[in-house]
């Protein structure tokens, strides 16, 4: 129970105190300090612990583009960030709010939502933090679609405004109207009736709309002598009977069952006893993302009732976030539990299947979540100003909603204001064109 007395006028008035600690226009200021740390090598240090033989995937990958190596920058990022101002107000935040980070899944409900997709770098810290990693992505997406640097920065401040006029209509909001509040894909759609890209839109989310265990199944695995198992594809996916001798291949089975079962304590009971309706039936290590690539990512094949009933499952390595460095270490000892918790509070509603479990053998930590459910992500190549605006939009309001949840949304309202002074600073021209390079604020 909150022990917070204060009126909403005041916790306002509280938020709008804290600009003279912290002007909105000191927003703008950043320069790299004297002893700032390689961008390079904070991102090679990273891949001490992975695995050896995907560290030259994830460097191809973050190598593709500044965008796609602006993906697996959080940690270079949060390094800058760490020196920036804040206002001092704190909630539990994404750590990687780029716009590729959000997208489309299934509610328990089966209806179509948005919102943050991953958290893998989540902890509470400052909300300004997401809003600038959030705002850098739009301008390096307008710079890669052939953007100039007009629109470019119109699009990256319709992102920031979107947050800023989110978090006003949130804080005139009951808390439980914003803990309920979230996008569906249809209201979604509404947003974008009438412009060019509408039937693009339908068609993504009829498209998306299958992307369940079935689906994976279609894609992932194949049949053999009547069963299904996970096909052979490496170095991006490799079942277990290609891992190691026989003795090797019988311990991470061993492992796998064990792990199952300490998963299943992590959810709820009612979730427990529906997962205890499958049987685990095969299991591979699968590469994903850009940034994870090199940690450790399986995926399982479980069946219910027969072959034609498949759930696939992914287990996620969860390291320590890399604002620990600079925020402090989580309230949890286990780092998937973190992933858990941080995603929990910050979405509407989450994955059904989502839990965690630690492998005391190794000491590492690890999520669970379904492969595959409705999942769907926005393509940001060859995307034009109109699309971009659009999506800056919508992120923008979800953003702010997130953050809403865990957060104080009338300090932060009170803090930012009315007026356009925190969207400039944070799209400044200088602040800008330094974000483009190697990742950084």
């Not at 309230?331 to 995603?343: A, P």
């Not at 919508?394 to 809403?404: D, E, F, I, V, Y």
Request: with cysteine; glycine share 8%; hydrophobic share 35%.
């Amino acid at each position: 129970m909150s022990n917070d007395p204060k009126t909403p006028e005041q916790r306002y008035e509280y938020g709008k105190s804290l600009r003279e600690k912290t002007p909105l226009a000191a927003h703008a200021e950043w320069t790299p300090g004297t002893q700032r740390p390689d961008p390079v090598g904070l991102v090679e240090e990273q891949n001490e612990g992975r695995l050896a033989w995907l560290v030259p995937v994830r460097r191809t990958r973050m190598s593709a583009s500044p965008f796609t190596f602006y993906r697996g920058s959080a940690r270079i990022m949060a390094t800058d960030l760490a020196k920036t101002p804040v206002s001092g107000i704190e909630t539990q935040i994404c750590g990687d709010a780029h716009l590729a980070n959000f997208g489309t899944y299934a509610s328990p409900e089966r209806r179509l939502v948005f919102d943050l997709n991953d958290f893998d770098e989540t902890l509470r810290g400052p909300w300004e933090w997401d809003v600038k990693r959030l705002a850098a992505s739009f301008v390096l997406a307008g710079r890669h679609n052939g953007l100039d640097k007009k629109e470019s920065r119109k699009v990256t401040q319709r992102a920031v405004r979107g947050y800023r006029k989110a978090m006003t209509k949130l804080a005139s909001m009951r808390v439980t109207d914003i803990w309920y509040s979230h996008v569906r894909m249809d209201r979604l759609r509404d947003l974008i009736a009438g412009q060019e890209f509408e039937k693009q839109a339908a068609r993504i989310i009829q498209k998306t709309r299958r992307k369940d265990s079935r689906h994976a199944l279609d894609k992932l695995a194949e049949e053999v002598d009547g069963q299904y198992r996970i096909r052979s594809e490496p170095p991006f996916l490799v079942p277990l009977r290609d891992l190691g001798d026989k003795a090797d291949r019988d311990e991470i089975q061993e492992w796998i069952l064990a792990a199952f079962e300490q998963y299943l304590a992590s959810v709820p009971d009612d979730i427990e006893h529906l997962l205890k309706k499958f049987h685990v039936k095969d299991f591979a290590i699968k590469v994903v993302g850009v940034g994870s690539v090199g940690t450790r990512c399986y995926i399982l094949l479980l069946e219910g009732r027969d072959r034609t009933d498949p759930l696939f499952l992914q287990i996620k390595q969860a390291n320590k976030s890399v604002l620990e460095e600079h925020l402090g270490s989580s309230r949890y000892r286990n780092s998937g539990r973190r992933v858990v918790e941080g995603q929990r509070l910050m979405q509407t509603v989450s994955d059904i299947f989502l839990g965690h479990m630690e492998s005391g053998g190794s000491g590492n930590d690890y999520y669970i979540r379904q492969l595959k459910d409705w999942k769907g992500s926005a393509n940001v190549e060859d995307v034009g100003k109109e699309k971009l605006i659009v999506m800056a939009q919508n992120r923008g309001w979800t953003l702010a909603r997130s953050h809403a949840r865990s957060g104080d949304p009338i300090a932060i309202a009170g803090y930012l204001g009315s007026g356009k002074t925190f969207d400039r600073a944070v799209v400044c021209r200088s602040n800008r064109e330094r974000a483009a390079r190697g990742g950084g604020v």
